[in-house]
């Protein structure tokens, strides 16, 4: 087997599938080390729209369009009364193809996904547990890895760490930081026979208030057949881990009792599988790259699920590393500041999604009273639940918006505040 690549991937999520398979499609010699066998659970089921434009790069609309994905176009808001809002339509904005989006079971949509870098040329090997990023000095050489019960050693010239939460490097490296006002867990499981709405609101991700306001669910349909839908409260840990004893199943039943938008839709369902419980603790780390190494994904950062944005930035940030490590290589410069060429644009994305959920969190501000108050800017909320936030427009709401709530500071990195 070969040891020396262009580039090794830690990690083959949507994020290093990504990077693999335009690394791939650039000519360059690829290595994915995934640690768990596909097909395999993982949360985080809804995309956002703007997704679309990669998955063309990558060339998997066929297989999108052909698989029996939920299409979601719409996301809607439930209050702690059970009031529903209008649905927010992507395609009212903007009637064409690229303004729908999928919802996915992760099992299957992460196993597409990898299985796409493969037949581009990407090389995977799963089972494969990175232990950690061999270092000659400040640059990344390569992955020492535990396969079949053996340490074998692999190199290359730039490593991606697209390890997900565990974020392999970023820890070796002591990069992480968290968000200290977002710090949340969550307690979820799929639910069958489900009522479910008909039509264009059908797919739609409904985010629901708990009748007090200290959490929310995400109700994401998954299969329209069995009617299999997602269902998850997100609260803070003080909240929802304390007093509760040991029987995640009997938390996530009294919080669904908790939550007046989930009664009627749930009525006749019955859940299926585990419950499964996850930290959903906001961070991301000081620095995007370094001499010989990237962070993408969840591995670089991860912001509260509360609009979906997950796959989208772990997405978009593969795409970004992708081509910057292939001009990269092509140049001869696999320096940071190379390879981390994307990062201002990057995070300045993200930081617009993230001054949106500090809204949602805001228990004194209501998203659909401020569009109704300043109706010119519901385009721009509207272009941000579509993940349409890699430009330099939309970020104006939050100019108004900062007169009435407090919103986050920018995102700093070592190289600079960037947002």
């Not at 009637?95 to 729908?100: A, D, V």
């Not at 109700?219 to 509760?244: E, F, H, N």
Request: charged share 25%.
């Amino acid at each position: 087997m070969t040891t020396n690549y262009d580039c090794i991937i830690i990690g083959g999520g949507p994020a290093g599938a990504t990077a693999a398979t335009l690394l791939a499609k650039h000519g360059r010699s690829v290595l994915v080390l995934e640690r768990y066998a596909f097909p395999r659970h993982h949360v985080g089921e809804s995309l956002m729209p703007q997704t679309y434009w990669t998955f063309k790069r990558l060339g998997v609309l066929d297989k999108l369009r052909q698989s029996d994905f939920v299409t979601k176009e719409s996301v809607q808001f439930v209050t702690a009364s059970g009031k529903e809002s209008a649905p927010f339509y992507f395609t009212d904005r903007d009637p064409n193809e690229w303004s729908k989006t999928w919802q996915v079971r992760r099992d299957e949509f992460d196993k597409m996904m990898l299985d796409n870098a493969e037949a581009n040329g990407a090389s995977v090997i799963h089972g494969a547990n990175a232990r950690e990023v061999i270092m000659d000095g400040e640059r990344a050489t390569g992955v020492r890895a535990m396969i079949d019960g053996k340490t074998r050693e692999f190199t290359a010239k730039v490593v991606i760490d697209a390890s997900g939460q565990s974020g392999l490097l970023s820890r070796q490296l002591g990069l992480r930081e968290p968000d200290q006002k977002l710090k949340n867990a969550s307690f979820y499981a799929h639910y069958r026979n489900c009522e479910m709405e008909e039509g264009r609101n059908a797919g739609a991700t409904i985010i629901m208030h708990t009748r007090d306001r200290n959490g929310w669910f995400w109700w994401i349909p998954l299969k329209q057949k069995d009617r299999l839908v997602s269902v998850g409260v997100v609260a803070p840990p003080s909240y929802l881990c304390t007093g509760r004893g040991d029987d995640p199943a009997m938390t996530l039943d009294e919080e669904i009792g908790n939550c007046p938008g989930l009664q009627s839709r749930l009525a006749k369902a019955e859940r299926i599988g585990k419950v499964y419980v996850t930290a959903d603790f906001s961070y991301r780390s000081r620095r995007m790259a370094g001499d010989g190494w990237v962070l993408i994904g969840d591995a670089f950062g991860f912001l509260d699920p509360v609009y979906s944005s997950g796959v989208m930035l772990a997405m978009k940030g593969g795409e970004y590393a992708a081509d910057a490590i292939h001009k990269a290589l092509t140049d001869g410069d696999t320096s940071g500041a190379r390879l981390g060429a994307f990062g201002q644009r990057f995070v300045a994305a993200m930081q617009t999604i993230r001054q949106l959920v500090y809204a949602f969190y805001n228990e004194d501000f209501s998203i659909g009273q401020f569009v109704r108050e300043n109706p010119k800017y519901g385009d721009h909320i509207v272009r941000i639940l579509i993940g349409d936030v890699f430009n330099s427009e939309v970020g104006a709401v939050f100019d108004v918006m900062g007169q009435r709530i407090e919103l986050p500071g920018p995102i700093e990195l070592e190289e600079g505040i960037i947002a």
